[in-house]
């Protein structure tokens, strides 16, 4: 196991924050990130599987939505 369900940048201010839709852009390969319209934003994961991971702890911890298909671009 790593850490990466702990690894999350957890805004302080969640309260006045508008609700967004996040997904994971797909830059090629290794360069993927998660991004929500919340103005959250992932790292840069080189595996798409790790970025699909932060949006969905971002949409657990922030209670934003996940987007259908989660994966753009
Ligand atoms: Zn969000």
Redesign the pocket.
């Known amino acids: 196991m790593t850490t990466a369900f702990l690894d999350v940048d957890v805004h302080g201010n969640d309260d006045l924050?508008p609700?967004?839709?996040?997904s994971v852009h797909h830059y090629g390969i290794g360069r993927s990130t998660a991004a929500?319209?919340?103005?959250?934003n992932g790292r840069r994961r080189h595996l798409m599987a790790a970025a699909e991971q932060d949006a969905w702890v971002?949409?657990m911890h922030?209670r934003?939505a996940v987007s259908s298909p989660l994966v753009l671009g």
Request: glycine share 14%; with cysteine.
């Open positions: 924050t609700h967004g839709v996040v929500c319209s919340c103005g959250w971002h949409a922030a934003c």
